[in-house]
């Protein structure tokens, strides 16, 4: 009896034991479940700051677009290592890539993953064209896949410019100086009457006539000066940009080590100088306080709009992977000080309209909350066009060749390329420009057939030129292939044009290019002007010396030697069918005084209305200059004949570079 009251016991006893195993059970989970919600893993819900008290995402400028200007302010605002930068481009660098350090190669960058491919809308004044646009996604921008032709302008475009803006700082006696900044030239015993103090000699950018020399530029500066013309030893002074000389090119002169197939080492000349060459070397790259990110597109720029009767704030930006186009993770990052947009005059001002700054209409009629109301944003688009006179030569000295289509034409090919490889000399170490003449459309000793008084002067002063013709080496076809023939080019640039167009957005899909109307031709003036300038080309081709290298009895209809038969409107209509552009597009966001309508930005480069955002490219021009800007210039319809911008564009990153770290505190 007594066993059978002890299992039973033991029955209880193993009952109630279980009990108490459960509710120490359930107390020790609900004690778990209650320590989860006390966090100690503190990255879950803060950032850890680094030793200056900063978070891994915040910096103090973040530059956006490493372009032509945006290389030049990682660089030299990182120089104050107390100044944190975040450099975000879409694109990648271009320093391995051979068709942007060759300089006869750059054509072959264009419309490839390398450009936007971007295109105008049909042109109602020029042949209802779609014309052509590429743009640079490279760090460098535009610099990087360009004809690098170091030409500034004139000095009264900048005189003007200081009056449009209100700012005596942006007048050539003082701008000049960032040119001498960025410079580094480099003298040649052919160009002897080059005044070297008038310039720099200890900048990034190396600067200097290319060791090839092709056989027509003599011949076609001797016949613009038997025109009328004065040779100019240097068009980059203060003695102003009018005559004709052959012009220099970035280029890197010094020697540059380049590892070869056979494991050593050797140097090499002439090689393209971008500004990602120039100004992000290995020793910038690894300042601690600079970060670059590529294959990024900002899609967004992030504001503070949250502090009533104050401007807005940008605070940062959002970024995500180019080639996932949308469809990937997005990513922010925070700007202590300012943001900095780069992108030059199509991108900059289609990012600002899709964050909430532009012309309030446009937005809304997007559904795009209005940050700013800027009717200026995307406006006051310039561009110079062009014209491609195409003429046979009769001596055989024309570098068709370059695109082999026979045995003859590739030995002379396989020729320069081995001369290039070995020595970093011959033809493939030019730009194919032979050289250039800047002029006055109302200038009576060229143009004494017409009434000058009947001519709207749109120069910039009595010293600034508004036709610019290029000489080139090669002949480019109607369908934009390399002439296999004998023939060269020469090309009027209409450098002050008085129609203006538009970049608008075609949807609230940052990933979808913007519409952009460049409204080529729209005045009379325009077409008048370029007229002119196809008449002095044909002047000229007919003059000795160039006229013994012109094929004048060569009837091919595909060339232009019939053109001294045709009427003014005869050619009228065929300089609107066939108007190019060598892809200068400024002014989108244009800088001026707040009492001018339609200007975006301070003298300072900083956008109206806003507090913390500043735009550095092309578009903040508020005029072109006479002469080449910052782009490309499409190898398929001729060849890019840009670098006057991109020396504009460096000059003023490196102006703003110094009123930024003057402000810095």
Request: some cysteine; proline content about 5%.
């Amino acid at each position: 009896m007594h066993t059978f009251k002890t299992l039973e016991w033991f029955r209880v006893d193993r009952s109630l034991a279980s009990i108490l195993a459960c509710i120490a059970t359930l107390t020790v989970i609900f004690r778990w479940r209650k320590r989860q919600q006390l966090i100690t893993d503190y990255s879950q819900v803060a950032r850890e700051l680094d030793s200056q008290g900063h978070e891994f995402d915040e910096y103090d400028y973040i530059v956006v677009g490493g372009g032509t200007a945006g290389c030049v302010l990682a660089c030299r605002l990182t120089e104050d290592s107390r100044i944190r930068v975040l450099l975000v481009e879409a694109g990648s660098s271009g320093k391995a890539l051979v068709e942007s350090r060759i300089p006869s190669a750059y054509k072959g960058l264009i419309r490839t993953t390398h450009d936007y491919k971007l295109s105008t809308l049909p042109q109602p004044h020029a042949g209802n064209q779609k014309i052509y646009w590429p743009r640079a996604r490279l760090l460098g921008g535009c610099s990087s896949m360009n004809a690098m032709m170091a030409h500034y302008g004139a000095p009264s475009d900048f005189d003007e410019y200081a009056e449009i803006v209100g700012d005596n700082s942006w007048c050539w006696e003082n701008f000049k100086q960032y040119f001498l900044k960025f410079e580094k030239y480099f003298p040649s015993p052919q160009f002897p009457n080059v005044d070297v103090s008038q310039r720099g000699s200890s900048g990034p950018v190396s600067i200097g006539y290319s060791a090839y020399t092709w056989k027509g530029s003599e011949m076609f500066i001797n016949a613009c000066v038997n025109t009328g013309m004065s040779f100019n030893p240097d068009f980059n002074t203060s003695n102003g940009t009018l005559g004709v000389n052959k012009v220099s090119p970035f280029y890197s002169l010094l020697r540059v080590t380049r590892q070869t197939t056979y494991s050593s080492t050797r140097s090499l000349d002439n090689v393209r100088v971008s500004t990602e060459a120039a100004y992000l070397t290995p020793t910038v790259l690894a300042r601690p306080n600079l970060k670059v990110v590529t294959e990024a597109r900002v899609t967004k720029i992030l504001f503070d709009t949250s502090t009533r009767n104050r401007n807005p704030r940008a605070i940062g930006a959002e970024f995500s992977s180019f080639a996932q186009k949308g469809a990937g993770k997005r990513f922010r990052a925070r700007a202590r000080k300012e943001v900095i947009v780069c992108c030059g005059a199509v991108h900059t001002p289609q990012l600002l309209m899709l964050s909430g700054v532009g012309p309030g209409t446009h937005l809304t009629e997007h559904n795009i909350p209005v940050v700013v109301d800027h009717p200026g944003v995307g406006s006051n688009l310039y561009d110079h066009v062009t014209f491609h006179m195409r003429l046979a030569e009769k001596m055989g000295i024309s570098l068709g060749y370059l695109q082999a289509s026979n045995l003859h034409t590739k030995f002379k090919l396989w020729r320069d390329l081995l001369e290039y490889q070995l020595r970093g000399t011959g033809p493939l170490s030019s730009n194919f420009v032979g050289g250039a003449a800047f002029c006055r459309s109302d200038d009576p000793v060229l143009f004494p057939e017409y009434d000058q008084d009947k001519l709207q002067d749109s120069t910039s002063g009595p010293g600034s030129p508004d036709l610019e013709l290029i000489v080139m080496s090669v002949l480019v076809h109607a369908d934009r292939s390399l002439g296999i023939g004998n023939g060269y080019m020469v090309l009027p640039v209409l450098l002050r044009p008085t129609s203006v167009g538009t970049v608008r957005l075609k949807s609230i899909d940052p990933w979808e290019d913007p519409l952009i109307d460049p409204n080529y031709l729209s005045t009379q003036h325009d077409v008048d002007v370029l007229v002119r300038g196809v008449r002095l080309v044909y002047k000229i081709a007919h003059t000795p010396p160039l006229s013994d290298l012109t094929d004048s009895a060569n009837d091919d209809l595909n060339l232009d030697h019939h053109f001294g038969r045709l009427s003014d409107d005869e050619l009228q209509q065929i300089v609107r069918s066939r108007v190019e552009t060598i892809y200068h597009p400024v002014g989108t966001c244009a800088m001026g005084r707040e009492d001018v309508a339609g200007t975006v930005l301070d003298s300072q480069m900083r956008v109206r209305g806003v507090n913390g955002l500043r735009v550095c490219d092309a578009s903040i021009l508020p005029k072109l200059v006479s002469g080449h800007t910052v782009s490309s210039f499409d190898a398929h319809s001729c060849f890019a004949l840009s670098m006057l911008q991109a020396g504009v564009v460096i000059a003023a990153a490196e102006k703003l570079a110094d009123i930024i770290k003057a402000e810095y505190k």
